[in-house]
């Protein structure tokens, strides 16, 4: 059962994206979104959001993300068949960055092979809920997006 809590951790996870993506969030003003605007920063254009549909948490990460617009792609714990059939394939054709919502384990998996084609981990934040393991909100851009990531 999920509970209030994780409910209220899964929306601060959710709202991270556009903020780490530099994207407008009207309504709320964070600081981080208006240094963005000042900064006028380049705006991490995103392949593909994951998010692993094992967590309520990230379930909701994933429909915010497809209601911003964004190309989004549940898997359920093992990264091997996104890797394989969506990735790899558009990896080979060159850098393109990617977001998401997931698990230690599948972070870890696509950190690694993100390093092949010269792109590493820009943003990464931790999400701790009661009843499992941490999430993590993360990106993985090409190198010369980090700044703009950061920021």
Avoid: N
Avoid at 87 to 102: F, N
């Amino acid at each position: 059962m999920v509970s209030r809590r994780e409910i209220l951790r899964g929306s601060i996870a959710v709202t991270s994206l556009p903020i780490v993506a530099g994207l407008s969030l009207a309504p709320v003003r964070s600081a981080a979104a208006q240094a963005l605007d000042q900064a006028e920063l380049a705006r991490v254009s995103l392949y593909k959001v994951l998010f692993d549909t094992r967590f309520a948490a990230a379930r909701s990460f994933g429909r915010t993300a497809a209601w911003r617009g964004e190309s989004v792609h549940g898997f359920e714990g093992d990264i091997t068949d996104v890797w394989y059939h969506d990735l790899h394939p558009r990896w080979q054709k060159g850098a393109a960055a990617i977001a998401g919502l997931t698990a230690h384990g599948a972070l870890f998996c696509l950190e690694q092979l993100a390093w092949d084609v010269r792109m590493r981990v820009v943003y990464r934040a931790e999400h701790r809920y009661e009843g499992h393991e941490p999430l993590y909100s993360w990106i993985i851009a090409p190198r010369t997006k980090t700044r703009a990531a950061r920021a």
